[in-house]
């Protein structure tokens, strides 16, 4: 594969991909392929791989078999010239830069303001100049809501509020991909619709979207696609309205039995 001329390719293209822990298989040869602009809902019980599998995605684990490419580039590798090297932790930090990634919790820097949050990156990693970076993360944080709150630390805001700092904060450094892991479920029911607001105005302005949820609302309005995982496997996926709707194997059913 290539860089990104080719509009048919997808932007996240993921070949078998296999990962354990102590031996234990928790991927087991998973195939995805996400295109550009696509949302797609990871749904599966807990345990079943589907966050190990977006760690995968952003190197934050490494894979023990398969493939994958983001936007033609084949993550941890050097594929030119015939053979494969492995990428050297700089290089690794490079790919990484193009994917936002939102966790549960919303791991912002506490001693920093909303803002300083969001600049961080930017400017640390990037070396941007700092007022374009500063006008930027104003943008970001008013695009979440958050324009007045741009001086407020974390431990000043809610958690909705922090986990939309958190999106910011990702956006700032204009990713390719968003992955989100559970973004909600660390939340108080209360605060979760503001941040999925969020997610599904990203959605809306074309984001390419990975998300691991529980929110099946969420999933049924919003993913392009939903994916089903159990046990390392992917046991099926399409558009919501059949995976969830009308789901085909008894693993879906029973799992979503359990989520009504
Ligand atoms: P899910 O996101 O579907 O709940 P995970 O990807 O978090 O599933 O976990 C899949 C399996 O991998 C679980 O059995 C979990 O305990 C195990 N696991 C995940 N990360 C690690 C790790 N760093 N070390 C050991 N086991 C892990």
Request: hydrophobic share 40%; charged share 25%; glycine share 10%.
């Amino acid at each position: 594969m290539t860089t990104t001329t080719d509009t048919t390719q997808p932007l996240v293209h993921a070949v078998n991909v296999t990962k354990a822990f102590h031996g234990n298989e928790v991927l087991k040869g998973i195939d995805m392929d996400v295109r550009k602009g696509e949302v797609v809902c990871l749904l599966g019980p807990s345990g079943s791989g589907k966050t190990t599998f977006l760690r995968c995605i952003n190197q934050l684990e490494t894979i023990d078999g398969g493939r994958i490419w983001v936007d033609g580039d084949l993550m941890g590798f050097d594929d030119r010239g015939g053979t494969l090297h492995h990428l050297t932790d700089r290089q690794v930090a490079a790919q990484r830069r193009d994917i936002g990634m939102v966790f549960q919790r919303f791991n912002l820097f506490p001693h920093m303001t909303a803002i300083q949050n969001v600049m961080e990156a930017p400017i640390q990693v990037k070396g941007g100049r700092k007022s374009q970076v500063k006008e930027r993360a104003l943008e970001l944080l008013g695009s979440v809501g958050l324009a007045d709150k741009c001086q407020a630390y974390p431990a000043q805001l809610s958690g909705g509020q922090q986990q939309r700092v958190a999106i910011a904060r990702a956006l700032a450094m204009e990713p390719k991909l968003m992955l989100f892991d559970e973004p909600t479920s660390a939340l108080d029911p209360e605060l979760v619709g503001e941040v999925l607001r969020v997610m599904r105005d990203l959605a809306k302005n074309g984001m390419t979207m990975i998300v691991v949820t529980h929110e099946m609302g969420f999933a049924r309005e919003v993913a392009d696609r939903v994916v089903f995982m159990d046990g390392g496997v992917v046991v099926e996926q399409g558009p919501p309205s059949e995976v969830i709707d009308n789901p085909q194997h008894q693993r879906t059913k029973t799992f979503l039995s359990r989520m009504r």
